[in-house]
Structures are given as C-alpha cells and as structure tokens.
C-alpha cells in the first residue's frame, strides 16, 4: 500500500489542483512539497522517487519556456492551425458584433456567480411605467381583436392614428429626435402587454422598434438622415419596414440576389450618382402600408463610378413608397394573423447614393451593419410577445379549469389536466424571467448575440408548448373562433414567431451554440486571434499563453465535472440562500460539463463541427438551460426571493436540468467519435443519469398556484392585460376567479341538497327557487349561485354566426411572386 501512497498523493494534489484551477507553478510546488511530506512520513522511499521523477517529467518542460515553446508549443500551433475551423466573413462580422455578459461565465465552467447577481434590478423610469399605465392600457381597450384578425384584417383607422400620435413606432428613437427614448425593457415590457392582447397589434408596434430603419440610422445614418427621418419615423409621418428576404433567400440571408448597379440618374430634377435597383423580396412586416422602405440589396459598380471595386457587396438603403419604379401594397395573409405583411418588387428603381444608409462611406457594409443591431431588437421582440402570450395563457387557463367543471369537478383538479396547467405555469415562469433578463442585458449596453439566439429560440418554442396545453385544456373552447375565443388566434399565430428572425431549427442547430462556443469560450477566440498574428515570434508567444491557459482549463473543466457527477453536485462554493443553494451548485455541474463536452467535440471534430448540427443543437440546449435556469435564480433575487414562487421556480428549474441531461445522453450517445463517446461518458455520468422531470408533486403545487388568486400567480400576470372589458374575454375570466372561489362551498351545498332531497325542479332558477323555499340556501347564497352561473356561462360559452358573416369579403385573387419573377 505504501507504493501507492506518492501515486495517490499526486493524483489528489493534482486533482484538486484542477478543481480550484491553481497555476502550473503553484501546482508543482504543492506536489513537490506533498511528496516530501509523505517520504517523511514513511511512505515507500523508491516510489515517492519515481513519483518525483515523474512530476519533474511533467512540469519541467511545461515550466521552462525555453523548452515548451519549440518543443511543445510550436508542434501544436501547427496542429492547431490545421484543425482551426475556417470563418466565413459573415461569421467573422457575427463574432464580432457581439459582447458577452454572463452567458460567458457559463462556459467558463466555474461560473462567477456576482457578474449575474450583482447585475442591477431592471427597473422602468417613471415616464416608462407612466406610458405603460397610460397609452399602452389604453390602446389595450382599445383593442378588438376578432374584429382586427376576422371582420377588418387590419387595425382600425383608429388605432393606427393612436400609435402613431402616441409615438408608439418612435420607443427607441432618441428624445432629441422626437422620439420616447425608451430604455430596451420598456420596450420589452410594451411589446409584452400589447402581445396579450393581440399579436396583431403587437407585432404592428414591435417591427418598428426592431431591426429597421429607424435602428440603423441611429446607428450608421449621416446626420442629414438622421435629422429628416428619425423624427419622421417617431410620430409615425412616415412607416417604415426592411426587406431583406425574398424567394431566393431566406436563412440564407447573404445569398440575396437582388441588385443595385451604381450608374448616373435623375433625382429631383439633377442628374447625380446613385444605383439603380431591380428586387423582389416577400414576407415584409408593415410593407402594404409603409412609406419608407429599409432595403438590403447587393451593390455593383461595372462601370467603376466610385472606384476599382465591382462587386461592393451588400448594402442598405432607404426608399420612399412613391420612387418610381417601386411595387408594393399587395399583401401576404400570415396565419390569420393578419398584420400588414406582403411582397415588394422593383424594376430598375433609381436612388442617389444619398439614400443609402450612412451614405456612400457604408457601401458594402449592410451585412456587418445588420449584424451589428440584430441581437438588439432579437432580443425584444419575439421574445416579449412570447412572454406575453404565454403569461396571459397561464393565468386564463388557471381561471378556467377552476371554473369549467366537469364530472362534478372543477377540470383543473383531475391529474391529467394538473399536469398540463403545470406545464404552463414552468414554462411561463421561465418565458418571462428569460425574456426579461435578455432586454435587461441590452438596456445596461450589451449586444447579446447569444442571449438573443437563446431567448429568440426558447421563448417561441416554450410558448408554443404553453399555448398547445392551453388549447388541450380549453377543449372546444379554444377551437370555435369568434369574439370569446382569447387562445385560437395566438395558437394559429405561434409558427411565425418560430420562423422569423432567424427560424428556429437553424438557430438551434447552427447558432446557439455555434456563436457561444467561440465568441463566450473563454480561451477559444483568443487563439484563433493568436494563431492568426502575422509576426511569427510573436503568434508563437500569444499562442503558447492561450494554448496553455485553455489547456489548464479543460483539465480542471474534467475533474470538476467528475466530481460533480460523483457528489450529485452536493457540495461547493455557491451563493443563495439554503433553498436556491443546491440549484447553483447544479449549474456549477453542468456549466463545467458543457465546457467539458465544448472543448472535446472541437478538438476532435475541428471546423467540422459546424457541420454537425445534431451535436451542435444538443449541446446548444445545454448552453441554453443553463442561461434559462440563471435568468430565473436571478429574477427570484431581484423579487427578494417570493417564498410563494417556489413551486414555479423548482418545476422549471428541474425541467430545465432534465433537458440538460438529455441533450448531454443524446449528444454523448451519438459523438461522432464513439469511444471518445463512451469515454467522455464516464466523466459527465459516472454515476449514470439522475435528472427527472419534474415529480407529480410539485406538478400539483405549480398547476394549484394557477387556479386560485395568490401572490405568485399576480407576480406571473404581472404586465399583462387583464383589465376585465367587453373586448378582453381573458380579462374577464380571470377576474371572475375570486368571486366563483367564494361561491364555490354555497355551490357544493346547494348541489348537495339536490340529490339528497329528490328535487323535482329541472331548470336552474326553478331549483334555486325550491332551495330558498326549503331553506337550503338563504336569498344572499341565491344571488351568489346566481351570478356563479352568469360568470360560469360568459367563462365557458363560445359564438355563432350565421354562414353569411363568415363568408370572407374580398374575392380572393392571389398572384404569386415567384411565378410572376419568372415569367
Ligand atoms: C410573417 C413573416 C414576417 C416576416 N417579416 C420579415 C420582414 O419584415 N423582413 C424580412 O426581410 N423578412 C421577413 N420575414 C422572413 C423571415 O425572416 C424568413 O421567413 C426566415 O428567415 C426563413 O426563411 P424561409 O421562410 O425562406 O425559410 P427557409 O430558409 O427556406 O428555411 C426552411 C427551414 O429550413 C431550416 N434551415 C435553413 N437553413 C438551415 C441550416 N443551415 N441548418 C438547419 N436548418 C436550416 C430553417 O430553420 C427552416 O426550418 C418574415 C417571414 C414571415 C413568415
């Protein structure tokens, strides 16, 4: 046994090492001094040697530079070189749009948890929460969405003149131009409420605060631009919209073919310099009715008018509605959804180099200037309206399985409707803390480009999950449309927020985790920037400190994801209190285990791992649940940690984990190399896999918070529309849960009576008659029955028209834009 000892000894010292990332030198010195300590000891005095000599074989040359460089360094640079995966431009321009905020702790595995909880509490000014409380209710009132999506197919006059006077499309344009000024979380926040009640409004708002013009001027325009327009698009003169997409690109948004050809034209009476564009784009949000088009098209210079360049590349400019030459007004119908979205079309429309954004001097740059805003308004949003749906679903859907009853239960109450509403109210709970936590980031100056992909992703697919058991447990309810159906319109509306702005099976396969591991890797960046330094002294210098540093990391990475998956994650350093503890210190597990599984698939896959989608995507979804589970942990500090929001935060906590686990088993399961596979296995799960879904249990608390007024379910609701009005069914469900829960042991009395006492009545009020008569119920209980049964009846009853109103109004004479191009 003794032999073993300075084995073992340096074995811990090392491990431990690892763990607590000690320096090389420190390591070295700790080892040294444990093995003499053991030969004082008495351990076997010609191990303790070998051992030495093995440590000296180690450190040695990883110590002397003279040594390392040439010999160790210089051999993996070459390596390194040729496994390096290669960037595409547009990938570049991506990588370095964007900043890293805590997402970057995650991959760190050893996550400093003060960079989130030190963050500040997002908190409104009070001209924010004034507009909320004042135009954005109001406009809420306004509201009549089965008239906007079935009789108008569009926003009353109305409303568009109240968002406009109101300067709902000018929330980012800054006050100096005329603009709200509006930090990202009121816009969050704005786009949260609207979306609640209608995506049709909210989505008519939302595109103007998103990437557009009015985002790219503020940045890139010249100052006469910003002077002319911001102002314009602030009160709603003009209404903007920015095409990008059309039939011949779509994810693939670079690959656009639409052209410019810069030549000499007439524009306002002079002959100047400008391009003359042919495009055909679709799918353009606010198109039918905008004034000012934002237009991404390719630039060419054949005739070198601004100089040797031919292919400038793609760039961004400003059309007005009436240049000639440009098509549009026709409109694309968008799932019932029908806010204005349609085609536009142009055949060799002139434009002055004036009327690209930024002017000349940004030719060619479109791609990087889009890029560079993108994650701001992703961020926003879709995010927001996802919350929004979802928040309202929750709170709607709790009201009405208490109400709705069914086998002389409220449905709420049978398990299989329990786990459903369970679902809902997790998944609520997670939608918002992460729609959230993602405009705050972008309120404190971040760009977040992988807090946006992650937000954009999970959002519109947890809201899709919300809004299917929504519809489950509203049965016909939420199939027969009309006025009093507050969930059909938001379910046939779900797969657009799925498609646009980056479709999710692409953003989760491609981007999450794609970006992440780069641009958050804490080391990966700053060796492909080393390995790239012209100066060979010098990449060799740089890249030696990384290399080494990233090596260093991985192996701590390793142990500390076995020691977690050995302990369960028991112990460690983690803040919180003594409930949240253990959930920060699963996250330690995991965070160390993504930065684990991150470091293994690209050291054997290279630049093949873009390729790999399937992994690529699993290991987004743990990137992804880890920042899901964080923005939550953070979101119960700032609300000074709700005792009463425990069941919520625990059930899409362990949701959260248990998703993490399965995306690791499928990615370790499926590695393309097996026994690095099976390997990699025995760290991340040595003990097998332990997650489950949430229990039953806590199923039944999280679905019982939805059913009954209580604080959480109010700080769930939070900033929605839940004013009970004639045109907000949801509103009014809601409202009525109080009053049917206090009515609720009058109900079971009375139901009582009637089957113990063989009532002859039949109809409602002739029982209720007969109830009073033989006193069972008192006049007081009556009249409590009586408006149980009106509020049960507005709950539970669904419309009807006659054939003629659902007959659609216009003769329907769809041309098709593709088919058109090529003929
Ligand atoms: C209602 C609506 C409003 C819109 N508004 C605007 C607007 O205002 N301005 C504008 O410019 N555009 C707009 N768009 C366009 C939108 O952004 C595109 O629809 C989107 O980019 C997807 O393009 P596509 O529909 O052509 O799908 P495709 O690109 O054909 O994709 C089809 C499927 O393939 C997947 N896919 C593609 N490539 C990959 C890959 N490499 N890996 C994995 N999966 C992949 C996608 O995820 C998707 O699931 C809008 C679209 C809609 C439907």
Redesign the pocket.
């Known amino acids: 046994m003794s032999i073993a000892i300075p084995f073992i000894a340096l074995l811990l010292v090392g491990a431990i090492a690892a763990y607590h990332r000690l320096r090389l030198p420190v390591w070295a010195a700790l080892s040294a001094t444990v093995l003499v300590a053991a030969w004082m000891l008495g351990a076997n005095g010609a191990a303790t040697l070998v051992a030495g000599l093995l440590l000296a074989l180690v450190a040695v040359p990883l110590l002397l530079p003279q040594i390392r460089l040439p010999f160790i360094t210089a051999p993996l640079l070459k390596f390194y070189t040729r496994i390096l995966p290669t960037l595409s431009e547009t990938e570049q321009v991506a990588l370095e749009a964007g900043t890293v905020g805590f997402e970057g702790e995650l991959f760190s595995g050893k996550p400093d948890w003060h960079v989130l909880l030190d963050q500040p509490r997002p908190m409104l000014t009070a001209q924010e929460q004034a507009f909320l409380d004042g135009p954005v209710e109001q406009l809420c009132r306004m509201t009549n969405d089965w008239e906007i999506t079935h009789v108008l197919a569009d926003l009353p006059p109305e409303m568009w003149e109240f968002i406009k006077t109101n300067r709902f499309f000018g929330m980012i344009v800054p006050k100096e131009y005329g603009g709200l000024g509006f930090s990202a979380l009121a816009n969050h926040k704005v786009i949260q409420k609207l979306s609640s009640i209608s995506s049709v409004v909210s989505s008519t708002v939302g ?1 103007p605060n998103s990437l557009g013009p009015a985002e790219l001027l503020m940045h890139y325009g010249t100052q006469e631009q910003k002077d002319h327009y911001l102002p314009r698009l602030a009160n709603g003169r003009e209404v903007p ?5 059309g039939p011949f690109a ?4 670079t690959s656009i073919p639409d052209f410019g050809i810069v030549t000499m034209g007439d524009w306002n009476g002079a002959k100047v310099v400008g391009v003359k564009l042919t495009f055909d ?1 679709r ?4 198109a039918p009715v905008a004034t000012l088009i934002g237009l991404a098209f390719r630039m060419y210079d054949p005739d070198g008018l601004l100089g040797d360049k031919r292919d400038i590349g793609i760039t961004l400019a400003l059309l007005p509605r009436d240049t000639d030459g440009v098509e549009v007004g026709r409109r ?1 119908f ?1 799932l019932n959804s029908p806010f204005q ?1 349609g085609p536009l079309h142009g055949r060799e429309v002139f434009i002055p180099l004036s009327q690209l954004i930024g002017g000349e001097a940004y030719a060619g740059k479109g791609w990087q200037m889009l890029v560079e805003v993108l994650s701001i308004g992703r961020s926003i949003t879709l995010p927001s309206t996802a919350s929004g749906g979802a928040k309202i679903a929750a709170v709607v859907t709790g009201a009405y399985a208490r109400i709705r009853k069914q086998f002389g239960l409220s449905i709420g109450r049978f398990e299989g409707v329990e786990e459903a509403l369970a679902r809902i109210a997790g998944n609520a709970y997670a939608i918002s803390a992460l729609a959230e936590s993602t405009a705050a980031a972008v309120s404190r100056g971040e760009n977040p480009a992988v807090p946006s992909t992650i937000a954009k992703y999970h959002c519109t697919e947890m809201a899709r999950e919300v809004i299917r058991d929504a519809m489950d447990i509203h049965g016909g309810k939420g199939i027969i449309l009309g006025p009093k159906n507050y969930l059909g319109r938001g379910w046939q509306a779900t797969p ?1 927020g799925i ?8 953003t989760r ?2 981007m999450i985790f794609g970006q992440g591991a780069i641009l958050c890797h804490p080391w990966v960046l700053k060796e492909m920037k080393a390995a790239a330094l012209p100066d060979p002294d010098e990449r060799l210098r740089e890249f030696d400190r990384n290399l080494f540093g990233h090596i260093g990391f991985a192996i701590s990475n390793a142990v500390r994801a076995l020691w977690f998956g050995l302990t369960g994650a028991r112990f460690g350093k983690a803040p919180g209190d003594s409930y949240t503890r253990r959930y920060y210190r699963k996250l330690n597990r995991y965070s160390a285990t993504l930065a684990l599984m991150a470091d293994t698939s690209m050291l054997m896959l290279g630049g093949k791992l873009k390729f790999k ?1 399937s992994l690529s995507g699993r290991l987004g979804d743990v990137l992804s649940n880890l920042y899901i589970a964080s923005a939550m942990l953070k979101r119960y500090e700032d609300q000074d940690r709700p005792v009463a929001d425990q069941p919520l935060l625990a059930w899409a906590f362990h949701d959260a984990v248990n998703k993490m686990e399965i995306a690791l088993s499928g990615a370790l399961r499926n590695f393309p190399v097996r026994p690095v596979g099976w390997l990699m296995w025995l760290l991340v799960f040595p003990l097998g896999r332990r997650a489950q879904a949430p229990s039953d249990r806590l199923g039944h608390r999280a679905a019982a918070l939805l059913m009954s007024p209580n604080e959480a379910r109010d700080r769930l609701a939070d900033g929605v529309f839940t004013t009970p009005c004639a045109t907000n069914p949801a509103g009014r469900i809601d409202s009525y849960l109080a009053k049917v829960i206090l009515a609720e042991p009058v109900e079971r009395k009375f139901l009582k009576a009637l089957k113990t006492h063989n009532i002859e009545a039949l109809s409602f009020s002739a029982q209720l008659d007969e109830g009073v008569r033989e006193g069972w119920i008192n006049g007081d209980e009556r009249r409590q029955l009586e408006e149980l049964r009106e509020m049960t009846l507005d709950a539970i009853s669904v419309d009807d028209f006659d054939s003629e109103q659902l007959r659609a109004g216009g003769v329907a004479e769809p041309q098709e834009s593709l088919r058109r191009e090529v003929a």
């Open positions: 595109v919209c920015f095409a990008l997409t779509g994810s693939d948004a784009k799918y353009i949000t606010l694309h968008p979205n657009i498609t646009v702005e980056g479709a999710n099976i692409m396969s491609l989608e």
